[in-house]
Nanobody
Framework: QVQLVESGGGLVQAGGSLRLSCTVSVRTGERLVMAWFRQAPGKERTFVSVIGDRGGYTYYDDSVKDRFTISRDMWKNTVYLQMNSLKPEDTAVYYC???????????????WGQGTQVTVSS
């Protein structure tokens, strides 16, 4: 059973920073591809970033490129999303997701966290 627990959301002013964390519970030795998605109020959930199962590959949506950084700590089974230069349009519920292969669409991720709210005020 794979379980994901996010933390780190909150309220921040535009231009500020937040770091989200996602701790993954998996079988010993199992490594998964991890991603972040977000869902703004009244909108569909969209892809933000993905990181390979060993951390060597990362990819970002254009809307967050050069502002957000995804990383992972293999020993802690934790994935991070460092968000800098936040904008009001980054306001959303952020979800951590896991899969066994590199994918970019939410339908390809079978495991999801409960989400954490990020609100950026102008």
């Amino acid at each position: 059973q794979v379980q994901l627990v996010e933390s780190g959301g909150g309220l921040v002013q535009a231009g500020g920073s937040l770091r989200l964390s996602c701790t993954v519970s998996v079988r010993t030795g199992e490594r998964l591809v991890m991603a972040w998605f977000r869902q703004a109020p009244g909108k569909e959930r969209t892809f933000v970033s993905v990181i390979g199962d060993r951390g060597g590959y990362t990819y970002y949506d254009d809307s967050v490129k050069d502002r957000f950084t995804i990383s992972r700590d293999m020993w802690k089974n934790t994935v991070y999303l460092q968000m800098n230069s936040l904008k009001p349009e980054d306001t959303a519920v952020y979800y951590c997701a896991a899969a066994r292969y590199i994918r970019y669409d939410e339908s390809s991720f079978p495991y999801w966290g409960q989400g954490t709210q990020v609100t950026v005020s102008s």
